[in-house]
T-cell receptor, first 114, second 112 residues
């Protein structure tokens, strides 16, 4: 069966510090991978998605970036965090390049910016 | 812009009642529809998928889809306090491969 791992679970960072969140998927090959952010009381905002190694699509221009160095690894980064970057960050996966597939979420990282 | 609309609630029902959650979507070519449950502080969990017009039942949950009206709903029978959560509607299968569009969710409270 497929599993998705996301870490850390919680993170407190000062404004202006860098960020690196990691997500890995097990039990499947060539998954589609996604990064979402959910601000308090808000809906899910898609940040990035990837259909393969090195292929990243950005949905919202901002100070975040994503990379996919390996097939089942997805990394979310920032060089300098802003207060507005606080939120619940979720990684998700779906079966490769297929329509009508659900997405499955990791446990998320709760990021607080001080 | 592909829109998915849900009543934000909160929806409050007594234990044992039927909870009805509704969702409308704007993209007529959508082909896949999902309901996720999100407990407070947790990540969304897939609970139902539906692809064809009509009803699909899974235990106490029934998903209903009407593509002509661009409407999908989730019924929870015999609601339990453990069903208290935010329910997210997600729509996919349009022009962007793999992309799902999420509503903002409906908060459900089931009181004993």
């Amino acid at each position: 069966s497929q599993t998705i791992h996301q870490w850390p679970a919680t993170l407190v960072q000062p404004v202006g510090s860098p960020l690196s969140l990691e997500c890995t998927v097990e039990g499947t090959s060539n998954p589609n991978l996604y990064w979402y952010r959910q601000a308090a009381g808000r809906g899910l905002q898609l940040l990035f998605y990837s259909v393969g190694i090195g292929q990243i699509s950005s949905e919202v221009p901002q100070n975040l970036s994503a990379s996919r160095p390996q097939d089942r690894q997805f990394i979310l980064s920032s060089k300098k965090l802003l207060l507005s970057d606080s939120g619940f960050y979720l990684c998700a996966w779906s079966k490769e390049n297929l329509r009508n597939q659900p997405q499955h979420f990791g446990d998320g990282t709760r990021l607080s910016i001080l | 812009q592909k829109e998915v609309e849900q009543n934000s609630g909160p929806l409050s029902v007594p234990e044992g009642a039927i909870a009805s959650l509704n969702c409308t979507y704007s993209d007529r070519v959508s082909q896949s529809f999902f309901w996720y449950r999100q407990y407070s502080g947790k990540s969304p969990e897939l609970i139902m998928s539906i692809y064809s017009n009509g009803d699909k039942e899974d235990g106490r949950f029934t998903a209903q889809l009407n593509k002509a009206s661009q409407y999908v709903s989730l019924l929870i029978r015999d609601s339990q306090p453990s069903d208290s959560a935010t329910y997210l509607c997600a729509v996919g299968g349009g022009s962007t491969l793999g992309r799902l569009y999420f509503g903002r969710g409906t908060q459900l409270t089931v009181w004993p």
